[in-house]
């Protein structure tokens, strides 16, 4: 059989976004690589995805409906046909909804694929069916919302331009495993004389291409940030021309704000030492085009949004917008797509009530009028990414509670459910992407044909559709035609020419106007240091939560697994070699704990066994582990989600899932 190459997109919730060549022989996929002609990843890939044929051909794939037989949890389940899970399915929804209401009913879904069309399509079946929303801000709402209340919608600057900048921050993102294709970048500035700083809470193995790693004591980054700016307020280090036209607020944001911020008070707070915080206002202000590339770790405080909102500043003081390879890239959020069309909030008859992903334990076991009684988890694994694990399982574990499933593989959620459904992978279904990590958009089809059985998410939404007798033509359409229905927009992004190359699978760069980035969208104009929306109208220091706990608790990605995106590939789990929990030296000593023994993390929420490793890149009050694992393979029983906490940020209700402390005694 002679082999086919196709272009598709690498579905996964990360920046990069890559294009893929796939090539697939007799209905099944032979190799994947790089696209060398995509404009931004040009051909490489991580290590996660240079063998996705193992994940589409792994035979832990779901092939089969199932029902469950055993006791929850148990992952007992016997097969049965898509007729009779569909019909159990609606029978169980029509009793509940007779019942309690549609609102008792609760989609839960977050980021399993990043395809427009999969991704979104649930919403108007649930908007139609009336159940209660989900409030989707697990990952980076707070960081959203502190960009944009100082820059609006403002388009946030072309990563490609941090090659030509001279000072590059890293600022709390673990790039090597999260963002490999905006290093080469960095890497490429640095060929050029650049020098790059690294602010975060431990040396990550991005420390290894920085000049100098600042360490910062855990959720207190508005803090540095007002450290800086204050002492290149007190040096007259800013650009009082750009700041006069561009910027509204900055007066009150000096007299009232920075003021209060001298280095030793910032010292204090931050943990850096103030010869540090002085050079690094130095460096950024005398840089000729700072670029700080912000990740979205630090936003995951009961203070991130504010945090976010500050280090957001700092550009405008130095005019870093008006130079090329100058400005703080945050997420990139332009969608020349009209979402509104595949969402369908016209189909809510009335507003219905809205739950927060992050607060899924609470919602399972305290919520009433109604309370929740069925769960339709699609792409998403909320037993082990969302906080509070004890909590969800707690809730899951509801004997009155119908679940639903659908998933590529049984996870720890899937393992709960009374219904399991088989997905397809991204090769399987057609979709169209965009990116937040740079400005290409490509639509791509299916690759091979659906493993048996196996449907998209799409797909599942038509036939619970038909079975609810909803018989609005929306839900007859197929997923290409809704990609037809979302491209059909007018966007100054997109060039007609650009349609035709979508339509053929190729990437296609959009088209950002020339002076974009001093295009300040907000309602004055200007860079909005002060937002008279905002009850807080100017940016300040707030603490995070903390927890009455010694050692704050940071679970970073891991460079061998996406949250629990590639758990199934045993030799990327293996490549983590096990659930270490890093701690200092001097910690371990005065707790008496030796590296490679077992130990466990704990707090008021629950505790998880680790294995102990023991080093200096963390510091002291700080405990690291890298990547989410699946239950089985961990040490204990529970995971490091058991340790996190259902708070919200303080705006946005975005998740806290690094204001987290804990204590550590031996296993
Ligand atoms: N402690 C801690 N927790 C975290 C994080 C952290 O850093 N630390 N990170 C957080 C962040 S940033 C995020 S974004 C969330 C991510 O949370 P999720 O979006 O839930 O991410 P995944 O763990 O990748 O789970 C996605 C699931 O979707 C399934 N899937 C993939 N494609 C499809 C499809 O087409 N259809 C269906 N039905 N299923 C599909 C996959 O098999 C997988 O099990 O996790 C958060 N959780
Ligand atoms: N290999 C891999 N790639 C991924 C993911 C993955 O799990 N694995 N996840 C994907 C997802 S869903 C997302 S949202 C993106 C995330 O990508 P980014 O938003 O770029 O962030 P991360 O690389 O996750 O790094 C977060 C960093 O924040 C640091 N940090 C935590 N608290 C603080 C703090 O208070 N201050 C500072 N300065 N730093 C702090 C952590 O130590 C960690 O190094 O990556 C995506 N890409
Ligand atoms: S996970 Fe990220 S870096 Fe890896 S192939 Fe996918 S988009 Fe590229
Ligand atoms: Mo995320």
């Keep these: 059989m002679t082999s086919e190459f196709k272009r598709s997109v690498c579905p996964y919730d990360c920046p990069d976004t890559c294009g893929l060549v796939i090539e697939a022989a007799d209905n099944r996929v032979v190799k994947v690589t790089g696209d060398p002609e995509h404009p931004y990843t040009r051909g490489t890939l991580c290590p996660k995805m240079t063998h996705y044929e193992r994940t589409v051909h792994s035979p832990s794939r779901l092939t089969h409906p199932l029902l469950r037989t055993g006791e929850k949890g148990s992952g007992s389940f016997r097969q049965i046909t898509w007729e009779e899970a569909i019909e159990r399915i609606t029978d169980g929804w029509t009793k509940i909804i007779a019942q309690y209401g549609a609102e008792a009913i609760l989609p839960y879904s977050y980021a399993g694929t990043m395809g427009i069309v999969q991704r979104n399509c649930g919403e108007a079946f649930f908007h139609r069916l009336g159940a209660s929303r989900l409030e989707r801000t697990i990952c980076s709402s707070a960081k959203g919302y502190g960009w944009t209340s100082v820059m609006g919608s403002t388009l946030v600057p072309n990563p490609l331009e941090a090659q030509a900048s001279d000072f590059i921050i890293l600022w709390g993102t673990n790039a090597l495993a999260t963002n490999i294709h905006f290093l080469n970048l960095v890497r490429e500035a640095k060929k050029r004389g650049a020098k790059v700083w690294l602010v975060d809470t431990y040396e990550t193995p991005t420390a290894q291409i920085a000049d100098q790693v600042v360490m910062v004591r855990p959720g207190t980054d508005g803090a540095l940030a007002l450290g800086i700016m204050h002492i290149m307020v007190r040096e007259n280090w800013i650009d009082q021309e750009f700041i006069g036209k561009h910027v509204q607020g900055f007066e009150e944001f000096k007299v009232d704000i920075l003021s209060s911020y001298p280095p030793e008070k910032v010292s204090e707070l931050t943990g850096i030492d103030v010869g540090l915080l002085e050079q690094m206002a130095k460096i950024y202000s005398q840089a000729s085009a700072p670029f700080i ?3 979205s770790g630090l936003s995951r405080y009961g203070n991130g949004a504010m945090t976010v909102r500050t280090i ?18 945050a997420n990139i959020s332009a969608k020349p797509l009209d979402l509104d069309k595949i969402k369908r909030v016209d189909f809510m008859q009335v507003p219905t009530r809205i739950v ?5 334990g609470n ?42 499933v659908h998933e590529r593989f049984l996870t720890d959620t899937a393992r709960y459910a009374d219904i399991v459904l088989p997905a397809t992978t991204s090769l399987e279904h057609p979709d169209i992407y965009c990116s937040y990590g740079h400005y290409c958009i490509q639509r791509v ?29 929306f839900f007859s359409q197929s997923a290409d035609e809704l990609i037809d229905q979302i491209m059909n927009i007018q966007s100054p992004l997109l060039k007609d020419a650009d349609l035709i190359e979508l339509q053929k699978g190729n990437p296609v760069e959009l088209h950002l106007p020339d002076d974009y980035k001093m295009a300040f969208n907000t309602p004055s104009g200007k860079i909005e240091i002060l937002n008279p929306t905002d009850a807080e109208s100017l940016p300040r220091y707030i603490e995070s939560y903390g927890d009455d706990a010694p050692y704050y608790l940071m679970s ?10 590639f758990n199934e590939r045993q030799e990327l789990v293996d490549k983590k070699e096990a659930a270490y929990l890093l701690m200092n030296p001097l910690d371990a000593e005065e707790k008496g704990l030796c590296d490679g023994q077992e130990v466990i993390a704990f707090n008021e929420r629950g505790e998880v066994n680790f294995i102990m490793k023991i080093t200096a890149k963390v510091p002291p009050g700080v405990v690291v582990s890298e990547g989410l694992f699946k239950l089985k393979d961990m040490p204990g029983s529970r995971s490091i989600n058991a340790l996190t906490s259902q708070r919200l940020t303080d705006r946005a ?13 031996p296993a």
């Design 312 to 329: 957001t500043c700092l550009p405008a003081l130095v005019g870093a917008w008006a130079k090329r390879g100058g400005g703080l890239l």
């Design 363 to 404: 919602a399972l076991s305290e919520l009433s009028e109604p309370p929740i009684m069925s769960l339709f988890v699609f792409h998403s694994n909320p037993v082990i990414i969302a906080p509070d694990q004890n909590k969800i399982i707690q809730g899951l574990m509801r004997e009155d509670l119908f679940t639903v």
């Design 445 to 473: 089809s299916a690759v091979i044909p659906p493993l048996p059985e196996a449907k998209s998410n799409w797909e599942v939404f038509q036939l619970l559709a038909q079975a609810m007798d909803f018989e609005e033509p």
């Design 293 to 295: 590339s912000l990740g």
């Design 556 to 565: 970073s990605p891991s460079l061998y697994s996406l949250n629990s995106s």
């Design 356 to 360: 927060n992903m992050n607060q899924l």
């Design 653 to 665: 209700g975005a998740s806290t899932l690094y204001d987290v402390k804990v204590d550590v005694r």
